[in-house]
């Protein structure tokens, strides 16, 4: 077994895990990322597409900002559309010149991947038998194969960055974590293609047919979603169905102007509402997906990931630079406090913007949820306080300030 130093062990090579080893190294505080697949296959996953300004702030403090300033678009707002209404949500105006950046994650990731390597920091992709050990000492360690050789990475503090699957929730004694979770009963099939986006703005539209969702990567790259049934498999969907469903989901104007093309993406993902407490045990740190899982429908399971990096981050420099030994027993306090907002956030736009026939979600009949849901697009839709309501939350609450 090769024994190998660092300061701060990171679990998981995704944004969370990119981002803190990116604000951490920036900051003179050695860290290395144990990764389970190859950097490509991160790279294909197709994720995230809206970064809230807390983000793109972290990203332009992390020095990794250069192509999404120049490739992202700025949205000052967005559309809800639903039985025959439709409303744009002004969030610049609602918030007082606060906007959101459309930069999808997988830029996000190569960008943070590329300024890694450039100041040479250690990620050790395609590891295995990657195991936490002694946590709740002062001596932590990792243990994983790669290339066939048993290393054991000795550290002082461990970031599990390895999602909903990792290892690192699962490291914290059953007895030790409360798991809260709600699992919807549809999914999101989510198609990229190489045309041009149907609106300069993201459309969600709530119709009798169920959800869509109208967003973009770029002028010339567009990602679309409809809710389907839990049941259903992708291969259930040709593009021509595809198409041909969105058309009969988007507001008439809209899907006048929908360009088809081939699809370069196509997948289903299932929607929960997910939360892991305490997210810290010991030395062990859990951030972003290894803590916590968001529906898509308010934009937030990035930017969620991104907040509890400012906050980690934050609290270890208090460790490193102010030798604050105790501050990082505050991380979890800290960032549940927003993990919760933004959980209650995304129930609250998937239950108003999905059609819940098939499930009476915690009331008697499906029939009378949906009339609550209308109810409740109609009140918050009509009155401007509603409108800043959804606003406020779609740019991101402010992050709490680590004293
Ligand atoms: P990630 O899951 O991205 O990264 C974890 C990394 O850890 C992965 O690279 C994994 O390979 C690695 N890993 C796992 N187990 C390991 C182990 N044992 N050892 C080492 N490494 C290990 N969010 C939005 O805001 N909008 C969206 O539209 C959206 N769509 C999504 C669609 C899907 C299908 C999924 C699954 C999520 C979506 N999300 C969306 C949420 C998503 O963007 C996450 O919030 C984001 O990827 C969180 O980043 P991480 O916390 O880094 O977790
Ligand atoms: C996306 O572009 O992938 C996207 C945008 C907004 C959401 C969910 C997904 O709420």
């Given at each position: 077994m090769q024994?190998i130093?660092?300061?701060?062990?990171?679990v998981?090579g995704?944004?969370?895990?990119?981002?803190?080893?990116?604000?951490?190294?920036?900051?003179?505080?050695?860290?290395i990322i144990i990764e389970r697949v190859s950097?490509?296959?991160?790279?294909?996953?197709?994720?995230?597409?809206?970064?809230?300004?807390?983000?793109?702030?972290?990203?332009?403090?992390?020095?990794?900002?250069?192509?999404?300033?120049?490739?992202?678009?700025?949205?000052?707002?967005?559309?809800?559309?639903?039985?025959?209404?439709?409303?744009?949500?002004?969030?610049?105006?609602?918030?007082?010149?606060?906007?959101?950046?459309?930069?999808?994650?997988?830029?996000?990731?190569?960008?943070?991947?590329?300024?890694?390597?450039?100041?040479?920091?250690t990620t050790y992709y395609q590891s295995s038998d990657v195991e936490?050990?002694?946590?709740?000492?002062?001596?932590?360690?990792v243990t994983f194969k790669h290339n066939d050789e048993v290393y054991k990475l000795?550290?002082?503090?461990?970031?599990?960055?390895?999602?909903?699957?990792?290892?690192?929730?699962?490291?914290?004694?059953?007895?030790?974590?409360?798991?809260?979770?709600?699992?919807?009963?549809?999914?999101?099939?989510?198609?990229?293609?190489?045309?041009?986006?149907?609106?300069?703005?993201?459309?969600?539209?709530?119709?009798?047919?169920?959800?869509?969702?109208?967003?973009?990567?770029?002028?010339?790259?567009?990602?679309?979603?409809?809710?389907?049934?839990?049941?259903?498999?992708?291969?259930?969907?040709?593009?021509?169905?595809?198409?041909?469903?969105?058309?009969?989901?988007?507001?008439?104007?809209?899907?006048?102007?929908?360009?088809?093309?081939?699809?370069?993406?196509?997948?289903?993902?299932?929607?929960?509402?997910?939360?892991?407490?305490?997210?810290?045990?010991?030395?062990?740190?859990?951030?972003?997906?290894?803590?916590?899982?968001?529906?898509?429908?308010?934009?937030?399971?990035?930017?969620?990931?991104?907040?509890?990096?400012?906050?980690?981050?934050?609290?270890?420099?208090?460790?490193?630079?102010?030798?604050?030994?105790?501050?990082?027993?505050?991380?979890?306090?800290?960032?549940?406090?927003?993990?919760?907002?933004?959980?209650?956030?995304?129930?609250?736009?998937?239950?108003?913007?999905?059609?819940?026939?098939?499930?009476?979600?915690?009331?008697?009949?499906?029939?009378?949820?949906?009339?609550?849901?209308?109810?409740?697009?109609?009140?918050?839709?009509?009155?401007?306080?509603?409108?800043?309501?959804?606003?406020?939350?779609?740019?991101?609450?402010?992050?709490?300030?680590?004293?």
């Amino acid at each position: 077994m090769q024994s190998i130093n660092t300061k701060v062990a990171i679990v998981g090579g995704g944004p969370s895990g990119l981002l803190l080893g990116q604000l951490l190294a920036k900051q003179g505080i050695d860290n290395i990322i144990i990764e389970r697949v190859s950097s490509d296959y991160v790279l294909g996953r197709i994720r995230a597409g809206i970064l809230e300004q807390g983000s793109v702030d972290l990203l332009h403090e992390a020095g990794v900002n250069e192509r999404m300033d120049k490739e992202g678009h700025v949205h000052e707002g967005f559309d809800i559309a639903y039985y025959g209404k439709r409303y744009r949500i002004d969030i610049n105006k609602l918030t007082n010149g606060k906007t959101v950046m459309c930069y999808g994650q997988t830029e996000v990731t190569r960008d943070l991947m590329e300024a890694r390597a450039a100041k040479g920091l250690t990620t050790y992709y395609q590891s295995s038998d990657v195991e936490l050990h002694e946590l709740k000492t002062d001596q932590p360690y990792v243990t994983f194969k790669h290339n066939d050789e048993v290393y054991k990475l000795n550290c002082d503090y461990i970031a599990g960055c390895d999602g909903f699957h990792g290892v690192s929730r699962k490291s914290i004694p059953a007895d030790q974590r409360t798991e809260f979770e709600r699992v919807y009963p549809f999914g999101w099939l989510g198609v990229l293609s190489d045309t041009p986006p149907v609106s300069d703005e993201l459309i969600y539209a709530k119709t009798k047919r169920g959800f869509a969702l109208a967003s973009m990567r770029s002028a010339t790259r567009s990602r679309y979603y409809l809710q389907v049934p839990l049941s259903d498999k992708v291969e259930n969907w040709s593009d021509e169905a595809f198409w041909q469903e969105l058309k009969m989901r988007l507001p008439a104007d809209a899907a006048e102007k929908l360009v088809t093309g081939p699809s370069i993406e196509k997948s289903i993902a299932p929607l929960r509402s997910f939360v892991c407490e305490p997210m810290q045990y010991g030395r062990l740190f859990l951030v972003g997906d290894a803590a916590h899982i968001v529906p898509p429908t308010g934009a937030k399971g990035l930017n969620l990931a991104a907040s509890d990096v400012s906050t980690l981050f934050r609290l270890l420099l208090k460790v490193y630079n102010e030798d604050d030994q105790d501050a990082v027993s505050r991380y979890s306090e800290i960032a549940l406090r927003r993990v919760w907002q933004t959980e209650r956030f995304s129930w609250w736009m998937s239950n108003m913007l999905h059609e819940f026939k098939d499930d009476p979600v915690n009331i008697q009949d499906a029939k009378i949820f949906e009339r609550f849901m209308k109810s409740e697009l109609d009140f918050y839709l009509n009155h401007e306080e509603g409108q800043k309501v959804i606003a406020m939350q779609y740019v991101g609450l402010p992050y709490e300030e680590v004293l």
